[in-house]
C-alpha cells in the first residue's frame, strides 16, 4: 500500500527547533511534489511548505517564512522548524499536491482533495 509517513514531532519549548521527516512508504518521494501542512482541531487546515519536484524550490506561507526551511534528501523530505511559537501547536502532514503546483498549493491555503496525505505527526510547543 502507497503511504506517506511523517516522524519527528514531539513536546519542545517556545524558541526551540524540530525537524520533521517524511517518507515513503512503498514509493520515493524523488523527484515528487511534496508539501507539508498542519491542522489544530477544529480549525481549518494549512498549508505552510513545498518544494517541488523538479529542481527543489521551496515556497512558504507567510507565517512560518524565515523559521522554517523545506528541504529533500533523496527519499526523504525534511521540515526544520526553528524559532518555535505556541501558535505553530498543530498535526502536521506530509502531502503529495496532485493537481497545484507549490506556489498554488500554498496560496489555495488547505490543498485540495485531490492531494495525498499521510497520517500526521504531533508538535506540541509549551512551557
Known amino acids: 500500500q502507497v503511504q506517506l509517513v511523517e516522524s519527528g514531532g514531539g513536546l519542545v519549548q517556545p524558541g526551540g527547533s524540530l525537524r520533521l521527516s517524511c517518507t515513503g512508504s512503498?514509493?520515493?518521494?524523488?523527484?515528487?511534489?511534496i508539501g507539508w501542512a498542519r491542522q489544530v482541531p477544529g480549525k481549518e487546515r494549512e498549508t505552510i511548505s513545498c518544494?517541488?519536484?523538479?529542481?527543489?524550490s521551496a515556497y512558504y506561507s507567510d507565517s512560518v517564512k524565515g523559521r522554517f526551511t523545506i528541504s529533500r534528501a533523496k527519499d526523504t523530505v525534511f521540515l526544520q522548524m526553528n524559532s518555535l511559537k505556541p501558535e505553530d501547536t498543530a498535526v502536521y502532514h506530509c502531502?503529495?499536491?496532485?493537481?497545484?503546483?507549490?506556489?498554488?498549493?500554498?496560496?489555495?491555503?488547505?490543498?485540495?482533495?485531490?492531494?495525498?496525505w499521510g497520517q500526521g505527526t504531533q508538535v506540541t510547543v509549551s512551557s
Open positions: 502531502a503529495i499536491p496532485y493537481r497545484l503546483q507549490c506556489g498554488d498549493w500554498i496560496r489555495n491555503g488547505t490543498g485540495t482533495r485531490y492531494d495525498i
Open positions: 512503498g514509493f520515493t518521494l524523488d523527484n515528487l511534489r
Open positions: 518544494i517541488s519536484g523538479s529542481d527543489s
